[in-house]
C-alpha cells in the first residue's frame, strides 16, 4: 500500500479578483520507504505540493489519500492531530523558535503528544545525541551555525516518530559542504524506513533520492526513476 | 531646505499613522477618552476650588463659628449668638464690617396676586450684607435695600417668577399669609459657585416687628450667622486670639447676678475665623447653610484623573514600543541613508504629540458632547466660558503636548539608538528590555483599573447599606406635610383626625421635627444625677400615635395614651439614653428635669423605644427622648396603607385644598429627605464608577492593542506550533498565559491598596460595611479583570491561531 496517493490534485489562489492556478490535476504516488525529491522551477507549485501532502493547506479538487485514508473536509483540530501524528517537517529557513533554546525546540511536537516535560526533554536529548549536537542542547538558535540548526531541525521532524518527513528546500541556506552531511542524515533516517520527500532544485541533491518528480507548470513533467528517465504520461497512473 | 524635511517628516507621520489605521485608532481614541475624562474632572475641580472666591477681597472675609463644649459635650457649630456680629464690629476696630443672618428654617409660602410658591433658604439680613458681599445689582439702591423692616431683595429669577417683565420695585410680596414684604431691590442671579445661596433676603429689621420666638439676643443661644469683613493687612489668628472669651465674657455679664451657674456647667464657647472661601472644602461643622463638598474629593478625583491619563499614556507609550519592532527597519534604513540621531528622535515624538494634539481635538469635541450629562451628574453647571477660557485651553494644550512628548520620548529614544546593521538583521521583536517595560506599564494599568473595580465596588455596597439599612422605623411611604402658619398649627388635632379618616391613610400625627432633619438638644436634669450639671439631650415632641405613625418599636413600658391623664408629663427615651443612665427595668416612672433643676415641672419615664437613626448614619445614634406635645407642631406624617402611591397623594390633596385652600398644597416623603442626606456620597460615588469604568475600558483598549501586536509578533512562532501539530485553543491559551501572570500580579498590588484607602472613605461613615466582610468585591474584581483581558487577548489568540500556518512561514 502507498504512503501518499494523490489523484488530479487542484489548488488554486485566489488574490483579489485573479485566481491563479497552482496545481492542475498532480497525480503522484509515494511508497513507504521512498525517498524522492521534487524539482521545478521557481513559482512552479513545489511548496504548494508539499503543504497539501503536509495538511498545512487544502487542495481545491482531487483525492488525497494519507496511510489510506482520504484527507477530506479535514477540521483544523483533525489536521494538526494528523500532522503531530504522521509527518514530520524541515524548512530551508530552519524555523525554529528564537527564544527557546535547542533541546526546547527539538522536545516541541511531543508536547502537542501531551508527553510530560521530564520525558520530552530525555527524548529531545536522544534525537540531539543522534544528531551530534548534544553539547548544544542549551543553545538559542541564533547561536548555532546553519547546518547545526538543520540539524536540530531534522531532530524536531522525527521526535514525533512521523511516517513521512517532507523536507521543503532543507539544503537551500545551507554551503554546498553542509548540504551533503544534511543529504547523508536524511539517508540514514529513510534508511530506517520513513519515508522522504525533498523539493530542492539542486541537481546533486536531487541525485540522491530513488526518484525524481519534475513539477512545471502546475503539472508533474517527468517522473525520474533511479535515474532512468521516462516520460511522464496518463498510462503511468497504472503502477 | 529644511521646510521640505520637515514636509518628508509630517508625511512619513501620516503615512505610518494611515498604515497601521487599527492601532492608530486605539492609540488616539484611548488618549482622547482619557484627555476628555480628565478635562471634565479638572472642570470640577476648578470649579470646586473656585467657591467664594468672586466675592471682591474674599481673603478678607470670614465666617465665625464656635467650638465648645456644654455639660461635657463638645460641639463646633457654624454658628453665633445673634448679639455677635453688632459686638465685634463695635469693639474691634479691624472688623470692617460685620453682617448677620438668620435662615428661615422652613419653607415658606410667597404670594403676589394669584402667584403663590414655597421658597426655600430665605435670610433674614443686617443691612450692612452688600457691604460685605458684593453681589451684583440690577435695579434698586443696595445700601439702603434692607434698611426698612419688611423690605426684600430679590434675585433675578425669583423677581421673573413672581412679576415677570413688571418692575418689581415696590411690589408687595405677601408671606404665609400674613406677613407683607416690599421689593426695594433685585439681584443677578447668584453665581453656584458659593455656599450662601439664597432666593431673596428679607430685613433683619422685620424680625422684631414679626413679633417671632426667631429673634433672640441671647448670648447663649447659638442661631445665628456671622459674617465679618477685616480692614486691609489685619492678621486673622490676632483677632482669634483676642475673641477668645467674647461670647462667654458677653454672657456672664449679660446674665449679670446669676453669672455663677455657668462656670458650675462647664460651658465653653470659643469663636473662630473660617475665611470665606475654605468653607466649601473645608467645614463640615454642624448647621452648615447646605452640605458642603470635601477637599478629600478634589483629591480623589484628582487622582482619578490623574489615574485615567496615566492610563491613556501608557496605552500610548505602549502601543507605540510595541510597533518599535517594525519602525526598527525604517529607522535602520534612515540611518543607512545618513540620518541623525536627533533628526529621528524628533520624528519620533513629533509623531506622538501629533497623535496627542489630535486627541485634544477629539477630546474637547468628546468634552463638549457629554459637558451637560456631566453638569447633571455632579449636580452643578459647568459653564461653557470655563471650558474656553484661554488659561484652560493652553493647559489642555500645554497637557497634550507634555502627553505626547512623554509617551513618544521612550520610544524614540530608545529607537533611535538602534545599531542600523543589528536592526537591519536582526529581529527585535522580542528584546527583552523593551517588553519587560512593557509588561510593568500593563500591570501598572491593570492595578489601577482594579484598584478602582473595588472602589467601584465597595462605594456601591456602603451607599446601598445606607439605603437599606433598617432605621428602627419605618422611613417608607410616609408624607411629611409642614405646618407653616400658627393659623395652621392650632389646627393640628383637627388635620390629624380629618387625614386618619382617608381610606388609604392608616396613621398621622404631628411633632416638633421629623427624623432626618436634625433635632434640638435641650437641658435636662435626671433624677438621681447631677443637680448642676445637666444632660445635654436631643428630642422631639410629639403628638399621640406619632410612635404608630413612624413604626418605632417600644420594647419597654409603653406609648403615649389618653387613657393615662399624666401622660402630658410622660416621655420616652431610647436605649442608648437608658443605657448611659444605666436604670435598667427600674427606668419606668423615673423623673426628669427639664431646663431649670429647681422647676416644679418634671418629666416622668413611660416607655423606652428600639434604638432609631434620627439622623443620618454618619453619625452614631445618641440619646433621645421623645416627649407628648400638642403645641409648636411643626410637621406631620402621615403614613399610607401600601398600595397606589398616586392615589393617596391624590386623596390627601383634595383633602387639603378642601380645608386649606390659603396653603398650596406641597409635600415631601420622608425616604427623599433621607436619601438627601446621602446626595453628596451618592453623587461622588457614583460619579467615582463612571469614571473607574472609563479608565477600565481604556486599559482594555490598551490590553487590546497590546495583544493584537504581540499576536502579530508571534505569528511566525504560532505558525511553526501549529506545523508541529498545536491546535487552536493551545495557540490561544499560549498566547493569554503571559496576560494572565501580569493580571495576577496587578491585583496582588492593588488588593492592599484598595484595602488601606476604601478602609479610609468609609471611616467617614459611622454606619458602614466592614472591608474585610467584602472579600467578594476583591474576589469578584480579580475575576473580571481576568475575564476581561482574557477575552481581550483571545478575539486576537484565536484569529490568529485559526489562521493557516503556512501565510505564517512563508512570508518572513
Ligand atoms: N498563500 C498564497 N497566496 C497567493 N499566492 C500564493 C500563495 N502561496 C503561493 N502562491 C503562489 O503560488 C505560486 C506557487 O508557489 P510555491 O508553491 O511557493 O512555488 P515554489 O515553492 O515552487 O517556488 C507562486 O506564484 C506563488 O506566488
Ligand atoms: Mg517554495
Known sequence: MSIIKLNNIHKSYIMGSNKLHVLKGIDLELEKGEMVSIMGSSGSGKSTLLNIIGLLDNHDQGEYWLNGIEMKGLSETKAAHLRNQYIGFVFQSFNLISFKNAMENVAMPLYYQKVSRRKRNLKAMEYLEKMGLKEWAEHLPNELSGGQKQRIAIARALIGEPKVILADEPTGALDSQTSLEVMDILKEINDLGITILIVTHENDIAHRTNRIIKLKDGIIESNVKNGKSHAYSENSMAF | ?812
Open chain 2, 1 to 812: 531646505m529644511r521646510n521640505m524635511m520637515l514636509q518628508n517628516y509630517i508625511k512619513t507621520t501620516f503615512r505610518n499613522l494611515i498604515r497601521n489605521k487599527g492601532y492608530t485608532v486605539i492609540n488616539v481614541l484611548g488618549l482622547a477618552i482619557g484627555l476628555s475624562a480628565s478635562i471634565l474632572i479638572l472642570l470640577f475641580i476648578v470649579k470646586e476650588l473656585s467657591f467664594d472666591k468672586f466675592f471682591k477681597d474674599s481673603e478678607r472675609i470670614y465666617r465665625i463659628a464656635v467650638k465648645g463644649r456644654m455639660s461635657g459635650d463638645y460641639f463646633n457649630i457654624a454658628l453665633t449668638p445673634s448679639p455677635m456680629a453688632p459686638a465685634l464690629k463695635r469693639t474691634f476696630p479691624e472688623v470692617e464690617s460685620a453682617v448677620r443672618l438668620r435662615q428661615w428654617s422652613q419653607q415658606s409660602l410667597f404670594a403676589y396676586e394669584h402667584k403663590m410658591f414655597y421658597e426655600k433658604g430665605v435670610f433674614f439680613a443686617d443691612s450692612s450684607f452688600f457691604d460685605i458681599f458684593d453681589f451684583k445689582p440690577i435695579i434698586g439702591d443696595l445700601k439702603t435695600a434692607l434698611y426698612e423692616p419688611f423690605s426684600a431683595v430679590l434675585t433675578r429669577e425669583l423677581a421673573m417668577k413672581y412679576f415677570g417683565t413688571d418692575n418689581p420695585i415696590g411690589k408687595i410680596l405677601k408671606v404665609n399669609d400674613t406677613f407683607q414684604f416690599k421689593v426695594t431691590a433685585v439681584l443677578e442671579d447668584i453665581p453656584e459657585n458659593t455656599h450662601l445661596r439664597f432666593p431673596l433676603l428679607l430685613s433683619w429689621s422685620s424680625i422684631k416687628k414679626m413679633n417671632d420666638s426667631r429673634m433672640d439676643d441671647n448670648w447663649g443661644s447659638l442661631g445665628f450667622y456671622t459674617y465679618i469683613k477685616l480692614t486691609e493687612n489685619t492678621n486673622p489668628e490676632l483677632l482669634e486670639s483676642k475673641t477668645k472669651t467674647f461670647i462667654f465674657d458677653n454672657l456672664i455679664s449679660q446674665a449679670g447676678e446669676d453669672s455663677n451657674r455657668f462656670e458650675k456647667v462647664q460651658v465653653e464657647f470659643t469663636p473662630y475665623l473660617q475665611p470665606i472661601a475654605s468653607i466649601h472644602l473645608h467645614s463640615n461643622l454642624m448647621a452648615e447653610l447646605s452640605a458642603n463638598s470635601d477637599i478629600s474629593y478634589v483629591y480623589s478625583f484628582s487622582a482619578i484623573a490623574a489615574f485615567i491619563l496615566l492610563i491613556a499614556c501608557i496605552n500610548f507609550m505602549n502601543l507605540t514600543t510595541a510597533r518599535s519592532a517594525k519602525r526598527a527597519r525604517e529607522v535602520g534604513i534612515r540611518k543607512v541613508h545618513g540620518g541623525f540621531r536627533s533628526q529621528l528622535i524628533t520624528q519620533f515624538i513629533g509623531e506622538s504629540v501629533i497623535l496627542s494634539l489630535l486627541a485634544l481635538v477629539i477630546a474637547i469635541i468628546l468634552v463638549e458632547i457629554t459637558m451637560p450629562v456631566f453638569g447633571e451628574m455632579i449636580g452643578q453647571n459647568i459653564s461653557e466660558d470655563l471650558l474656553i477660557n484661554p488659561l484652560m485651553i493652553l493647559s489642555y494644550i500645554l497637557l497634550s503636548i507634555v502627553v505626547g512628548f512623554v509617551a513618544g520620548s521612550y520610544p524614540a529614544f530608545y529607537l533611535s539608538s538602534f545599531q542600523p546593521v543589528s536592526v537591519l538583521r536582526r529581529n527585535l521583536t522580542r528584546s527583552s528590555k523593551i517588553s519587560m517595560l512593557r509588561n510593568v506599564l500593563v500591570i501598572i494599568q491593570f492595578s489601577i483599573s482594579i484598584f478602582l473595580m473595588i472602589g467601584t465596588g465597595i462605594i456601591y455596597n456602603q451607599l446601598n447599606y445606607v439605603k437599606n439599612k433598617k432605621l428602627g422605623f419605618d422611613k417608607e411611604h410616609i408624607m411629611i406635610i409642614q405646618l407653616r402658619s400658627e393659623k395652621l398649627r392650632e389646627k393640628t388635632t383637627y388635620l390629624e383626625n380629618e387625614f386618619r379618616k382617608l381610606t388609604l391613610v392608616s396613621n398621622a400625627a404631628a411633632s416638633t421635627s421629623i427624623p432626618g432633619e436634625g433635632s434640638d438638644g435641650t437641658a435636662y436634669f435626671p433624677e438621681g444625677e447631677s443637680t448642676t450639671d445637666p444632660w445635654l439631650i436631643f428630642n422631639t415632641g410629639a403628638d399621640y400615635g406619632y410612635i404608630e405613625t413612624m413604626g418605632i418599636e417600644i420594647i419597654k413600658g409603653r406609648n403615649f395614651s389618653r387613657d393615662f391623664a399624666s401622660d402630658t408629663a410622660g416621655i420616652l427615651i431610647n436605649e442608648t439614653l437608658l443605657k448611659k443612665l444605666g436604670w435598667g427595668d427600674d427606668c419606668i416612672g423615673k423623673k426628669m428635669t427639664p431646663g431649670d433643676p429647681a422647676s416644679k415641672f418634671k418629666f416622668h419615664v413611660i416607655g423606652v423605644v428600639k434604638d432609631f437613626h434620627f439622623i443620618s448614619l454618619h453619625e452614631k445614634i445618641e440619646p433621645y427622648i421623645i416627649y407628648l406635645s400638642r403645641n409648636n407642631l411643626r410637621s406631620l406624617s402621615i403614613k399610607f396603607k401600601s398600595g397606589d402611591l398616586a392615589e393617596s397623594i391624590e386623596q390627601i390633596s383634595e383633602k387639603w385644598n378642601e380645608m386649606e385652600p390659603n396653603f398650596p398644597f406641597d409635600y415631601t416623603f420622608l425616604d427623599d429627605t433621607f436619601d438627601e442626606l446621602y446626595k453628596s456620597e451618592k453623587r461622588l460615588g457614583k460619579l467615582f464608577i463612571y469614571f473607574s469604568i472609563i479608565a477600565i475600558f481604556i486599559a482594555c483598549l490598551g490590553l487590546f492593542g497590546l495583544a493584537s501586536y504581540t499576536a502579530e509578533q508571534r505569528t511566525k512562532e504560532i505558525g511553526i506550533r501549529k506545523t508541529f501539530g498545536a491546535k487552536t485553543y493551545s495557540i490561544a491559551f499560549l498566547l493569554t498565559r503571559d496576560f494572565t501572570k501580569w493580571i495576577l500580579l496587578a491585583n496582588v498590588l492593588a488588593w492592599p491598596l484598595a484595602y488601606y484607602f476604601l478602609g479610609l472613605w468609609l471611616e467617614n461613615f459611622a454606619f458602614r460595611i466592614s472591608i474585610a466582610a467584602q472579600w467578594q468585591v476583591f474576589v469578584l474584581s480579580a475575576i473580571i479583570s481576568f475575564a476581561v483581558a482574557i477575552l481581550t487577548v483571545s478575539l486576537h489568540a484565536i484569529k490568529v491561531a485559526g489562521s493557516n500556518p503556512v501565510n505564517a512561514l512563508k512570508y518572513e
